[in-house]
Each structure stands twice: as structure tokens, then as C-alpha cells.
């Protein structure tokens, strides 16, 4: 289908019975049985989480600009991540995005951006979460004191040159598909 062509309508799906399985204050896993469009039945299993943002904080140095990132460990993993800073405030969902990417790049980095720059959402894990993600680019980047979480006793954060950054995800060094994504969506719009 070429992207000039109308999207067919989308599928009805019937939900025949929905219960959550657990919940705690940052995810909750629903099950839904459900009746697919041909009439089948299924089981779907949906983890609903609340609405995050990434940043990409963009400096500048003489040599040319640079990007902070934080390093991280992943428990479900056991592995420590490169990713760009990003969260959510599970205690204000209904906080707006932009007063949460100023909060998060602040909390994990101690930055604070003259200017955060919106360039879009995206879902994460669209086929089993609700979760959607904004995307910023923050620039005019002032240095202060970070403010992390307890869970966040174990990141560290790192400046350094873009093109650093493009080899690290050139060589695979920055798994975190988050962090990959905001950058593309970022780089095709022509911000970085």
C-alpha cells in the first residue's frame, strides 16, 4: 500500500471478558479474551504504563556539538544501558510532557534547557503496551545539580561529542531502542 491510498477501516475486535492481572503505581498487566475479526477467540496480554518522555540534551563545545547521556543498570536485562535521559512521573500522570522532560533531564543529568524542542511521540512496544513515548530535543544547556531517585543510585551520566554518539550506534554500543528511535525521528527532522 503506497502512502497516498486510504487506510482500510480498522479490524473489530470484541472483548469478551478483561480483568487485570497486577498492578502496582508504575505498570499494570490486563488480559483480555477477545474475539479476532474472522471470528476466532484469543487472549491478549496488555501492559498499560503511563505516558514517558526521552530527551536528547544537545550542547555545544568548541569542537562541535555534543550529546549527554546516562548509563544505567537494567535489572530485567542485568545489563547497564548508554540511553538518553527519560522518564515518567507516575505520581502526577497528568503532569504535562514538557514540565516532565525539564523534570526528568534535570533529575538524571542536572541540566536544565533554555529551549526543549518537541519532535513527537512514539509507542513503545505497541504489540503488548499502551505506553506512549514524547520525544525532545532540549538545547542551551546550563549545568546544575542532579536530583535522582533512589532506584537511580547506579546511573552515571556522560557528555560527549555527537559523532561519538553516531559510533557508539553504529557499533552497537546503544541498545536501548528508545534512545535509538528518539534519534532517528530526531535526525530525519533535521534537528540534530
Given at each position: 500500500m503506497s502512502l497516498e491510498e486510504k487506510e482500510p477501516p480498522l479490524p473489530h475486535y470484541e472483548v469478551l471478558s478483561t480483568r487485570t492481572a497486577y498492578k502496582n503505581k508504575w505498570t499494570a498487566l490486563r488480559e483480555d479474551i477477545i474475539r479476532r475479526p474472522n471470528g476466532q477467540d484469543g487472549l491478549y496480554g496488555v501492559v498499560e504504563r503511563g505516558e514517558f518522555v526521552v530527551i536528547l540534551p544537545l550542547g555545544e563545545r568548541p569542537d562541535g556539538p555534543t550529546v549527554t547521556l546516562v548509563r544505567q543498570y537494567?535489572?530485567?536485562?542485568?545489563?547497564?544501558?548508554?540511553?538518553?535521559?527519560?522518564?515518567?512521573?507516575?505520581?502526577?500522570?497528568?503532569?504535562?510532557?514538557?514540565?516532565?522532560?525539564?523534570?526528568?533531564?534535570?533529575?538524571?543529568?542536572?541540566?536544565?534547557?533554555?529551549?526543549?524542542?518537541?519532535?513527537?511521540?512514539?509507542?513503545?512496544?505497541?504489540?503488548?503496551?499502551?505506553?506512549?513515548?514524547?520525544?525532545?530535543?532540549?538545547?542551551?544547556?546550563?549545568?546544575?545539580?542532579?536530583?535522582?531517585?533512589?532506584?537511580?543510585?547506579?546511573?552515571?551520566?556522560?557528555?560527549?561529542?555527537?559523532?561519538?554518539?553516531?559510533?557508539?550506534?553504529?557499533r552497537g554500543d546503544i541498545a536501548c531502542m528508545v534512545t535509538l528511535a528518539a534519534f532517528a525521528r530526531l535526525r530525519a527532522q533535521g534537528l540534530v
Open positions: 537494567r535489572y530485567p536485562i542485568h545489563a547497564r544501558l548508554w540511553e538518553l535521559p527519560m522518564g515518567m512521573w507516575e505520581s502526577k500522570p497528568n503532569a504535562a510532557a514538557e514540565d516532565v522532560a525539564a523534570g526528568e533531564l534535570r533529575e538524571e543529568t542536572g541540566l536544565i534547557a533554555d529551549k526543549l524542542i518537541y519532535a513527537g511521540s512514539m509507542f513503545q512496544g505497541a504489540g503488548y503496551s499502551t505506553q506512549k513515548g514524547h520525544i525532545y530535543l532540549a538545547t542551551g544547556l546550563r549545568q546544575g545539580p542532579t536530583a535522582r531517585e533512589a532506584t537511580e543510585d547506579d546511573m552515571s551520566c556522560h557528555t560527549l561529542p555527537l559523532a561519538e554518539f553516531e559510533q557508539m550506534i553504529a
